[in-house]
């Protein structure tokens, strides 16, 4: 009945007025809708800075949200940042509310920063004025996850239950990493790869004769005998007496097989990413050195001293690994399989996994033979006496029984490799 009547008083109203009113209901109608703004900016984007932090992103999962907690419309907040003294890339962010005793704290490597993240995230800026787009990175690519926390109470962190690492064996990890290398790499990754598991010595004793077929084709047997023949001598790598250029004096070739360098490119590739090496995953040796990959034009030098600097580091890694006081720097740092066996039989660990002594020589004597070619034979030995944990002056008799000869210029003491190699002789102490 009241629709009936309020369309029966439409009818006797005017027209005109009727139509009136219907305008005015389309005009509110339209004034709901919101224009579009349209701006033609410039885009600039920022490159991080190490002086100075990038912005800080992070979220309240609790639903605690600073902006209605307060009738002003804002609440006032105390926000602090902590940087790890040891491990500068480690963040934490801490939120402190005025007047509560309840603080948000969020890091950028614990919890649900430790996740799989496939994406870059950067902050935008828009300025209306001057119509330009500022593009900026954030700290640490991590958008953190703030959680209450009481103030004063201690609170064990855990992992969370959905991104907690459950523990795989090594059978299992290489079977997920064949899978994704098949999925998403290059063919000549793909290539590496499968060589790689063909010269991977598998506990399966059906296996083994296969392996060892494999392994005999990429390790040159002769550069293995004169090795051996070398350790019982004087415990240095391959030589040549009668050799009349430096080059030629230690082989590489020797001690450096040609199924060996397919697994040295690590470095190569990372030059030509245009990625630098970090002191933490590499020697300081190579890392003041990685800047002659950038001046060598041709692909094939440029491959060759890479795969040097990488045999350095696999080998400084190797006797870290087995010493007491490098083991730290050797934990995470992945070994081919070829060299692993290779180094294993060569330097004969035992059962404590330490060196012996004269292995350990033998070792530094291939480090320092090495670096006389990366640094084309006028080697400085400061760096790399870091490397192995060496004083600089006690590393010099090292590079006496190599043959080499110590000159000082402009105050930089610098080992050259003269031609033919004459060795030292043993000096013994005169008896009273």
Same mark, same amino acid.
């Given at each position: 009945?009241?629709?009936?009547?309020?369309?029966?008083?439409?009818?006797?109203?005017?027209?005109s007025e009727?139509?009136?009113?219907?305008?005015?209901?389309?005009?509110?109608?339209?004034? !709901?809708?919101? !224009?579009?703004?349209?701006?033609?900016?410039?885009m600039?984007?920022?490159?991080?800075?190490?002086?100075?932090?990038?912005?800080?992103? %992070?979220?309240?999962?609790?639903?605690?949200?600073?902006?209605?907690?307060?009738?002003?419309? +804002?609440e006032?907040?105390?926000? !602090?940042?902590?940087?790890?003294a040891?491990?500068?890339?480690?963040?934490? $962010?801490?939120?402190?509310?005025?007047?509560?005793? /309840?603080?948000?704290?969020?890091?950028?490597?614990?919890?649900?920063?430790?996740?799989?993240?496939?994406?870059?995230?950067s902050?935008?800026? @828009?300025?209306?004025?001057t119509?330009?787009?500022?593009?900026?990175? *954030?700290?640490?690519?991590?958008?953190?996850r703030?959680?209450?926390?009481?103030? %004063?109470?201690?609170?064990?962190?855990?992992?969370?239950?959905?991104t907690a690492?459950? =523990?795989? &064996?090594?059978?299992?990890?290489?079977?997920?990493?064949?899978?994704? &290398?098949?999925?998403?790499?290059?063919?000549?990754?793909?290539?590496?790869?499968?060589?790689?598991?063909?010269?991977?010595?598998?506990?399966d004793?059906?296996?083994?004769?296969?392996?060892?077929?494999?392994?005999?084709?990429a *390790?040159?047997?002769?550069?293995?005998? /004169?090795? /051996?023949?070398?350790?019982?001598?004087?415990?240095?790598?391959?030589?040549?007496?009668?050799?009349?250029?430096?080059?030629?004096a230690?082989p590489?070739?020797?001690?450096?097989?040609?199924?060996?360098?397919?697994?040295?490119?690590?470095i +190569?590739?990372?030059?030509?990413a245009?990625?630098?090496?970090?002191?933490?995953?590499?020697?300081?040796?190579v890392?003041?050195r990685?800047y002659k990959?950038?001046?060598i034009?041709? =692909?094939?030098?440029?491959?060759?001293?890479?795969?040097?600097?990488?045999?350095?580091?696999h080998?400084v890694?190797f !006797?870290?690994?087995?010493?007491?006081? %490098?083991?730290?720097?050797?934990?995470h740092?992945?070994?081919?399989?070829? $060299?692993s066996?290779?180094?294993?039989s060569?330097?004969?660990?035992?059962?404590?996994?330490r060196?012996p002594?004269?292995? #350990?020589?033998?070792?530094?004597?291939?480090? @320092?033979?090495?670096?006389?070619?990366?640094?084309?034979f006028?080697?400085?030995?400061?760096d790399?006496?870091?490397?192995?944990?060496?004083?600089?002056?006690?590393?010099?008799?090292f590079?006496?029984?190599?043959?080499?000869?110590?000159?000082?210029?402009?105050?930089?003491?610098?080992?050259?490799?003269? #031609?033919?190699? /004459? +060795?030292?002789?043993?000096r013994?102490k005169?008896r009273?």
């Amino acid at each position: 009945m009241a629709k009936h009547k309020e369309k029966k008083n439409l009818e006797d109203q005017n027209p005109s007025e009727v139509e009136g009113k219907m305008g005015e209901s389309t005009k509110k109608k339209t004034k !709901k809708k919101k !224009k579009k703004e349209t701006h033609t900016v410039t885009m600039e984007t920022i490159a991080e800075n190490p002086n100075n932090i990038s912005p800080i992103v %992070g979220y309240f999962p609790s639903g605690y949200d600073p902006l209605t907690n307060n009738n002003d419309g +804002f609440e006032e907040l105390s926000t !602090k940042l902590y940087r790890n003294a040891k491990r500068n890339n480690r963040l934490q $962010l801490v939120v402190s509310p005025n007047g509560s005793q /309840v603080d948000f704290v969020g890091t950028n490597y614990s919890g649900e920063a430790t996740s799989a993240q496939l994406c870059t995230y950067s902050l935008g800026i @828009l300025d209306k004025e001057t119509q330009t787009l500022k593009i900026v990175p *954030i700290a640490a690519n991590k958008i953190i996850r703030l959680e209450p926390r009481v103030r %004063g109470l201690e609170v064990q962190e855990t992992e969370d239950p959905d991104t907690a690492k459950q =523990e795989i &064996t090594a059978e299992e990890r290489n079977d997920k990493m064949r899978e994704l &290398t098949q999925k998403y790499t290059s063919k000549k990754s793909i290539r590496q790869a499968r060589k790689l598991d063909s010269l991977r010595q598998q506990e399966d004793t059906g296996n083994q004769e296969e392996f060892d077929r494999n392994i005999a084709g990429a *390790i040159n047997k002769e550069a293995l005998e /004169v090795a /051996v023949a070398t350790d019982s001598a004087r415990n240095i790598p391959p030589h040549d007496l009668d050799a009349t250029i430096p080059q030629l004096a230690y082989p590489l070739d020797r001690i450096i097989s040609k199924g060996e360098w397919d697994f040295l490119l690590d470095i +190569f590739e990372l030059t030509e990413a245009g990625a630098e090496m970090t002191p933490d995953l590499y020697p300081s040796f190579v890392c003041n050195r990685s800047y002659k990959l950038e001046h060598i034009q041709d =692909e094939d030098e440029k491959k060759r001293l890479a795969g040097i600097f990488s045999f350095i580091t696999h080998l400084v890694k190797f !006797k870290d690994k087995h010493s007491m006081d %490098g083991v730290s720097s050797a934990k995470h740092h992945k070994f081919p399989g070829i $060299l692993s066996q290779k180094f294993t039989s060569m330097f004969s660990i035992s059962d404590s996994k330490r060196l012996p002594e004269e292995k #350990v020589t033998l070792l530094i004597n291939y480090v @320092l033979v090495l670096t006389l070619f990366a640094d084309d034979f006028r080697s400085d030995p400061s760096d790399i006496a870091k490397d192995l944990r060496i004083n600089a002056v006690a590393l010099r008799p090292f590079y006496e029984y190599l043959g080499c000869k110590l000159v000082r210029e402009k105050n930089v003491v610098l080992a050259t490799l003269p #031609v033919p190699l /004459v +060795f030292p002789s043993v000096r013994r102490k005169r008896r009273r």
